[in-house]
């Protein structure tokens, strides 16, 4: 395999865990990287972190830019790659030193154009048997949906397929809408079931932030993009509904919880509506049913118990 695998790293005040992202790239068993640091306006070290570790190691190239967001990071990676292979790390990650090794044999040896693997579990509530198998188009989609696998650092694509892919400026959930434009474009996928890439969890990232507008709007577009981007197929749209009923369920709390997001109570009409209108091909849950049978502002006051409480509702 003489392949080169081009690294997207968006960098934005990530001194703390830059370095063993980094390193954790340059140690990979397979060595033919391109490792494409993008300093997105960082205002902490990260900007001379970079440039130090460009100095270690010949394979790093480092683009400064303004602050522009981790979608406009990452498309300036994909403007400056060079490699057949393309990848994304987030800077506060790191991985598994066999993870692009055993990606690519993978990838080559059964010529696929994508190939995915997981993310580590510390809480052991996910097993993994480490087994390969390679999904049709729908079998993917299936897969992805149930369980939420959107990010796009899970995943080698061959620069083929992307070259002509962007990421959406100035929004969140980016991964969703270029997930599934990468779905609708490939016959089939490779998912190796091993936790080779370490995601980070004492990071606060903007997903994992405050509640805001931005975040509600952005969900639901993304939500119905996957509704309006999914093959038409039975199977898929009982997939599709019950991940629109799990996700506006969460999304129907957290407006209950930040009432000042919805005063008039439109966006929470909007969500019981869709989450009534999938309930015809899913299952509810007992929180989805809350939903459906009680006064808005009964769930108001169940919302408050349950974050002055903070019961496993």
Same mark, same amino acid.
């Given at each position: 395999?003489?392949?080169?695998?081009?690294?997207?790293?968006?960098?934005?005040?990530?001194?703390?865990?830059? $370095?063993?992202?980094?390193?954790?790239?340059?140690? $990979?068993?397979?060595?033919?990287?391109?490792?494409?640091?993008?300093?997105?306006?960082?205002?902490?070290?990260?900007?001379?972190?970079?440039?130090?570790?460009?100095?270690?190691?010949?394979?790093?190239?480092?683009?400064?830019?303004?602050?522009?967001?981790?979608?406009?990071?990452?498309?300036?990676?994909?403007?400056?790659?060079?490699?057949?292979?393309?990848?994304?790390?987030?800077?506060?990650?790191?991985?598994?030193?066999?993870?692009?090794? $055993?990606?690519?044999?993978?990838?080559?040896?059964?010529?696929?154009?994508?190939?995915?693997?997981?993310?580590?579990?510390?809480?052991?509530?996910?097993?993994?048997?480490?087994?390969?198998?390679?999904?049709?188009?729908?079998?993917?989609?299936?897969?992805?949906?149930?369980?939420?696998?959107?990010?796009? =650092?899970?995943?080698?694509?061959?620069?083929?397929?992307?070259?002509?892919?962007?990421?959406?400026?100035?929004?969140?959930?980016?991964?969703?809408?270029?997930?599934?434009?990468?779905?609708?474009?490939?016959?089939?996928?490779?998912?190796?079931?091993?936790?080779?890439?370490?995601?980070?969890?004492?990071?606060?990232?903007?997903?994992?932030?405050?509640?805001?507008?931005?975040?509600?709007?952005?969900?639901?577009?993304?939500?119905?993009?996957?509704?309006?981007?999914?093959?038409?197929?039975?199977?898929?749209?009982?997939?599709?509904?019950?991940?629109?009923?799990?996700?506006?369920?969460?999304?129907?709390?957290?407006?209950?919880?930040?009432?000042?997001?919805?005063?008039?109570?439109?966006?929470?009409?909007?969500?019981?509506?869709?989450?009534?209108?999938?309930?015809?091909?899913?299952?509810?849950?007992?929180?989805?049913?809350?939903?459906?049978?009680?006064?808005?502002?009964?769930?108001?006051?169940?919302? =408050?118990?349950?974050?002055?409480?903070?019961?496993?509702?």
């Amino acid at each position: 395999m003489n392949n080169l695998i081009s690294v997207i790293v968006p960098v934005y005040n990530a001194e703390q865990y830059l $370095q063993r992202c980094v390193k954790s790239i340059c140690k $990979q068993s397979y060595r033919n990287l391109e490792i494409i640091l993008v300093n997105d306006g960082s205002f902490d070290g990260s900007a001379a972190l970079c440039d130090s570790l460009a100095e270690s190691d010949k394979r790093i190239k480092v683009i400064h830019q303004e602050n522009g967001g981790s979608s406009i990071a990452r498309n300036t990676g994909l403007d400056n790659a060079t490699g057949d292979i393309i990848g994304f790390v987030d800077s506060d990650d790191h991985l598994d030193s066999l993870m692009f090794e $055993q990606m690519l044999e993978l990838m080559i040896s059964n010529n696929l154009d994508v190939i995915e693997i997981e993310r580590d579990n510390p809480s052991k509530k996910k097993d993994f048997d480490h087994k390969f198998q390679i999904e049709n188009r729908n079998q993917a989609f299936q897969r992805v949906i149930s369980t939420s696998s959107f990010q796009v =650092w899970k995943r080698l694509y061959r620069k083929s397929v992307v070259d002509d892919m962007r990421f959406i400026p100035n929004i969140i959930h980016q991964d969703v809408f270029y997930t599934i434009d990468v779905l609708n474009r490939i016959r089939s996928i490779g998912h190796l079931n091993s936790p080779l890439y370490s995601y980070n969890r004492e990071n606060e990232s903007v997903i994992r932030s405050k509640y805001t507008a931005m975040k509600r709007d952005i969900a639901m577009m993304a939500t119905q993009y996957i509704k309006d981007h999914t093959p038409n197929t039975k199977k898929l749209e009982r997939v599709v509904n019950q991940y629109i009923i799990n996700y506006y369920t969460d999304h129907f709390y957290l407006l209950s919880k930040n009432k000042s997001l919805d005063v008039d109570k439109e966006h929470r009409k909007k969500l019981k509506r869709e989450i009534k209108q999938a309930a015809k091909k899913a299952n509810l849950s007992f929180r989805s049913k809350l939903i459906l049978r009680l006064p808005i502002k009964v769930l108001e006051f169940v919302a =408050w118990v349950h974050a002055r409480y903070k019961n496993n509702f």
